[in-house]
Each structure stands twice: as structure tokens, then as C-alpha cells.
């Protein structure tokens, strides 16, 4: 008769916990990954690896390289709004314009911050948006921590 040992049920749960992880995208609620059940020789790994997704969901995300210093205008903000409203519901767009240095001539880096309703619907528009061609631009989309977006920490 053939047994398994336990090594190989810990490397398929080990490769199940990555498969459901990679697997989760917005349809999952969080209630119900909450209820996912762990068991076999590597549940450490698989709650770490849980412990480590939960500190990345943030309903934000920041775009850069979307547009220059001399292309922000009054409609900027708007026609972000609208386009990631596509993705969910947008609660605020924050347009920030950052000095590379102290130096009157120094770059600036616009990056555009967009905050969602629910962490599932930043993450649907970070992958609709990022690689992106806007305006002769690559658009680089990622989260951002929203701890401190809500202090008003938008140096990151």
C-alpha cells in the first residue's frame, strides 16, 4: 500500500496556500478568507504568508509618471477621478507636486494619489492602470500605504 509522508502533504498544502493566495483578487471578500482553514505541517507558512497580504491591502495607490509638472491643470484631478471610477468608487484624488530638491530649478515628480472604497477595488485599478500608455507615458501605478496617506504622508 502506498502512503504519503507528510512532507508531501505539507509541499501541497505549502502550494495550495500559494495558489489561493495568488488566486485571491477582489471577488474575495474579506469574511471570507477569514474562514479559509488551515491545517498540515506548514500552516506557520501559510498564516505568515495571510499576515503578510493583510498588511499590504490599502485602499490607495499612488500614480506616477502619468503626467509632467507642466501638464497638471484644473481638469487633472476630474478626469483621474473618472477614469478610476471605472475601477470602484473613488473617494478622493490627491494631485501632489514634489520638489526633487530645495533648488529653484529643481524636478518636480507629480504623483497622483487615489483613494478607493474598498482595498479590492485599488487593487483591480493598479492592475488595469500600471504599464499603462498615457500621453506618450508609461503610467506606474502601485498601493500605497494608506497609514500614511491618511496622515498626509505622500512622500513615499
Not at 31 to 36: D, L, P
Not at 42 to 51: E, G, T, V, Y
Not at 97 to 104: F, H, K, L, T, V
Request: proline letters at 0%.
Amino acid at each position: 500500500s502506498t502512503q504519503s509522508t507528510g512532507d508531501e502533504d505539507g509541499l501541497n498544502a505549502k502550494e495550495k496556500a500559494k495558489k489561493t493566495i495568488e488566486g485571491l483578487k477582489g471577488d474575495i471578500s474579506i469574511s471570507q478568507e477569514e474562514e479559509m482553514s488551515i491545517t498540515g505541517s506548514n500552516a506557520r507558512f501559510m498564516i505568515m504568508q495571510k499576515l503578510a497580504m493583510k498588511d499590504k491591502e490599502s485602499t490607495v495607490m499612488v500614480l506616477k509618471n502619468m503626467v509632467s509638472f507642466e501638464d497638471v491643470d484644473d481638469e487633472l484631478e476630474a478626469e483621474v477621478k473618472e477614469e478610476c471610477g471605472k475601477h470602484g468608487k473613488v473617494k478622493k484624488v490627491v494631485v501632489y507636486q514634489e520638489a526633487q530638491s530645495e533648488a529653484d530649478d529643481a524636478e518636480v515628480i507629480v504623483k497622483i494619489f487615489v483613494q478607493f472604497e474598498k482595498a479590492s477595488e485599488c487593487e483591480v485599478a493598479i492592475n488595469a492602470l500600471n504599464g499603462r500608455w498615457f500621453g506618450g507615458k508609461t503610467i506606474d501605478a502601485a498601493q500605497y500605504e494608506e497609514q500614511r496617506f491618511l496622515r498626509d504622508d505622500l512622500s513615499g
